[in-house]
């Protein structure tokens, strides 16, 4: 009996499985390689596959670099939301979730440059996972805002308006192109950081209720 | 008398001037074919001089871009200081200065979009241009809130940090990359306006003497 349970067939991996595998894969590729220099074929040799056999799942490397931002800008998402939903004071949260959305962007520069050419190709053939995520922060910062106008931390306004304001004056540190030129121009990472803190004590004072 | 006047040898074109005339058809040329097709040869050409001539004069075309940028921003320069030492009340003053920042980079883009490349050759060759006029900038601001700290309008603070946390909050209304993301996307132009006036209130109330 224990004979037959090991000889058994290996449980059929999922359809979800696979595609999971080769999104992992291809990311560890393109982290080590590059994006560019990375082909399906490379995918599908390190998973011992056949590059058709990928491309049932994938129309092409460019569908999964998509999968890849999707699933990365998720996380950030999730991360962001259980800020804007913290206990913290509407102001410390807003300023906390500014921050967090600085440092995960740079990480993604400073420690592994070589995802620069994948975010590139990212933000111009899968603009609309971007947008979505850009628009997901938006409304993060809006909750926060309403938030604290409720509290009377904030002065009350149209938070939806305030909230682009807001995303709009923290572009410097978070847009992939200027995160990359600061990085070329070896901006230390404490300048950067300082800066943002100044621009985010701008915000604050511009978002205070001083009735 | 009068025919022998005629006849008389034109005053020779100093340097100074060749060196303009070089610089206005380059401009020319770079705006009507762009910047990465325009030749040496087609501006020695316009000009009816040799190539050789006007290696006398610059180094190379990424010379004659340089001086262009310099003129250009040198340009631009003189109008923000015009408005950081107008008779407008600081706040408003700030405000035109950042729309007028604005306006004129988006010009650029809009109005000629060939440019692009020279913009993008000169911010990656001549950098230090760009930031002596980015450094200009700042100091312009830094002008107005003083000023507006001395009549009371904007609380007491570090007006160099206040300076440099403006700039850093319009990057996304003056920097040649997100423009040219912005009419790629083709944003009208009434929707970055009026987004930059968000940015601004936001700014102004932030910078306000609430005492």
Redesign the interface.
Known sequence: MIASIEAAPRRPTSAEETRRRIEDTAEQLFRSMGYQKTAVADIARELGMSPANIYRFFASKSAINEAIAQRMLGGLEAEIWTIARSDLAPPERLASLLRTLHRRHLALFFAERRLHDMVTAAMAEH?GVVERFIQACVTAIRHVLMDGMAAGDF?RGDAE??A???K??????V?P??IAECVG?NTPEAELAA?LD??I????????N?N
């Open positions: 603009w002065a308006a305030e682009k304001a807001v709009q004056a923290i572009i410097a540190f847009h192109v200027l121009r800066d100044g621009v004590a701008l915000i604050l004072r511009g978002l205070k001083v």
